[in-house]
């Protein structure tokens, strides 16, 4: 497979990481917007409170990087087509379940 | 500065939301013949030129609002939370979230809409289109609902 076609398989990865990496919080770093500081992995709030979106992103990102990776080096084949209709279905997926998981929000 | 970087990052998102809404209509509603109307010339657009502007914009919109995000933390989303303001919260939450996976959904995008036009992609392109611009018109819907809570809620 080219690098252009591993490119599904990264936002297929990122969507499916990203909502587990929310879940979970399996943040790479945290950022303490009141103190303007950075720290390794998921931290407990420091004097405010603390951010994981960023981690978030960056632990999708390099996860779905690698898989994409990986998928480019096997050869093309009839998955393409599946692979082409999963990279919208499965964010979408992912946006169904954040729905669903924030329902309390709207539900008060 | 924050205020500054806040109406950049609402243009931005107004160039945005104007692409990506005439190429999801450009590609769901195509006009065929002439097109001397102005839903008619809408229609009659050529959907793949927007697909690069639609993913800078996209990472510029994004970054901004990455950017500004601390400020909205620390804040914004105190107050909303002290006015109990529960749905205005959830509807930023999801915005997150949205925004996120549309990033990651960029590349493929990309990939669906780089030329020469896959016919056998036509589908797959036309879907994430469309799920771009829920995301985006979402997005942009609840940046103004935010920006103008304390007016209408308070």
């Known amino acids: 497979?080219?690098?252009?076609?591993?490119?599904?398989?990264?936002?297929?990865?990122?969507?499916i990481l990203y909502l587990l990496s929310v879940e979970f919080n399996w943040a790479l770093f945290t950022y303490h917007p009141a103190l303007e500081e950075f720290g390794l992995l998921a931290q407990k709030p420091k004097d405010g409170p603390a951010m994981y979106w960023y981690g978030w992103i960056a632990t999708s990102a390099a996860g779905a990087f690698v898989?994409?990776?990986?998928?480019?080096?096997?050869?093309?084949?009839?998955?393409?087509?599946?692979?082409?209709?999963?990279?919208w279905a499965v964010p979408l997926a992912a946006m169904l379940a954040f729905v669903y998981i924030l329902r309390g929000y709207f539900t008060k | 500065m924050i205020i500054a970087l806040?109406?950049?990052?609402?243009?931005?998102?107004?160039?945005?939301?104007?692409?990506?809404?005439?190429?999801?209509?450009?590609?769901?509603?195509p006009a065929h013949g002439?097109?001397?109307?102005?839903?008619?010339r809408m229609r009659a657009v050529t959907a793949a030129s927007y697909a690069n502007a639609i993913i800078v914009l996209y990472l510029l919109t994004a970054t901004l609002g990455a950017i500004i995000y601390p400020a909205y933390r620390l804040n914004v989303r105190v107050v909303l939370e002290q006015m109990?303001?529960?749905?205005?919260?959830?509807a930023f939450e999801l915005k997150e979230h949205f925004?996120?996976?549309?990033?990651?959904?960029?590349?493929?995008?990309?990939?669906?809409?780089?030329?020469?036009?896959?016919n056998e992609l036509a589908?797959?392109?036309?879907?994430?289109?469309?799920?771009?611009?829920?995301?985006?018109?979402?997005?942009?819907?609840?940046?103004?609902?935010?920006?103008?809570?304390?007016?209408?809620?308070?």
């Open chain 2, 34 to 40: 002439n097109a001397e109307s102005f839903v008619g």
């Open chain 2, 99 to 118: 925004v996120t996976l549309g990033l990651g959904m960029l590349p493929a995008y990309w990939y669906f809409w780089r030329q020469p036009l896959a």
């Open chain 2, 84 to 90: 109990q303001l529960y749905w205005q919260n959830g």
């Open chain 1, 67 to 87: 898989i994409a990776a990986a998928a480019s080096r096997v050869p093309a084949g009839s998955a393409s087509r599946l692979r082409s209709g999963l990279a």
């Open chain 2, 123 to 154: 589908r797959a392109r036309a879907v994430m289109t469309a799920l771009l611009a829920l995301i985006i018109w979402w997005s942009f819907v609840v940046g103004h609902v935010l920006n103008n809570v304390r007016g209408f809620e308070s």
């Open chain 2, 6 to 29: 806040l109406i950049l990052h609402g243009l931005l998102a107004v160039a945005l939301l104007g692409a990506i809404t005439h190429q999801t209509i450009g590609v769901w509603l």
């Open chain 1, 1 to 15: 497979m080219t690098a252009a076609r591993s490119l599904p398989t990264f936002t297929i990865a990122f969507a």
